[in-house]
């Protein structure tokens, strides 16, 4: 049981570029998400999705597309790199039912993608 | 909104000494409450989590975390530190869409000889 599985570990970018953040889960998660996490301020949420063919804006989406066909993978794409977008991105899934004592809805997170764009 | 404030950028603490983190939220509603930890280079390990009942909540490693609603805290506490707790600490809310957890910015924990 892999988990939350996160590719690439590591990417440099220059500036403009493109490029695709992998994320698959196999524990039969319904709910998966992408954060950033920068110095100083936390983990911030960038999308999430609720199911296959469900997605929805968290808290900072610019510059971010995602999409959900199945249920194990939920990339994160920059279609245009920023160096305002180097960070920390990590993907985590849950449960999306069930009650939280049960232990669902409760997060389990990458071991997250280091990007850098110069 | 909720948010959450984790007033301590950095704490050093002896081996052995007792530890408190401080996590105060805002919301509105009763808040789900979650404390992660995250070792340097790795992703977000859960430590415990409170949604409602008992107050005093166990996790794992041997913390625990006591929700104030009177002072909407939550603060993680272990009555002593191993040089392998040092790490980053992270105090989470969530709403009744608990999936999209609100982060605070993190305690980086130091453990002393």
Known sequence: NAGVTQTPKFQVLKTGQSMTLQCAQDMNHEYMSWYRQDPGMGLRLIHYSVGAGITDQGEVPNGYNVSRSTTEDFPLRLLSAAPSQT??????SSYGTGSLSSGANVL?????SRLTVL | AQS??????????SEGASLELRCNYS???????????????????LLLKYFSG???VQGIKGFEAEFKRSQSS?????????????AEYFCAVGAMDFQKLVFGTGTR????P
């Open chain 2, 27 to 45: 919301y509105g509603a009763t808040p789900y409450l979650f404390w992660y930890v995250q070792s340097p280079g790795q992703g977000l390990q």
């Open chain 2, 74 to 86: 939550f603060n993680l506490r272990k009555p002593s530190v191993h040089w392998s707790d040092a």
């Open chain 2, 109 to 112: 924990l130091l453990v002393s």
């Open chain 1, 87 to 92: 960070s920390v991105y990590f993907c985590a």
């Open chain 1, 108 to 112: 389990t997170f990458g071991a997250g």
């Open chain 2, 4 to 13: 959450v404030t984790q007033p301590d950028i950095h704490i050093t603490v």
């Open chain 2, 54 to 56: 008992d107050t005093l």
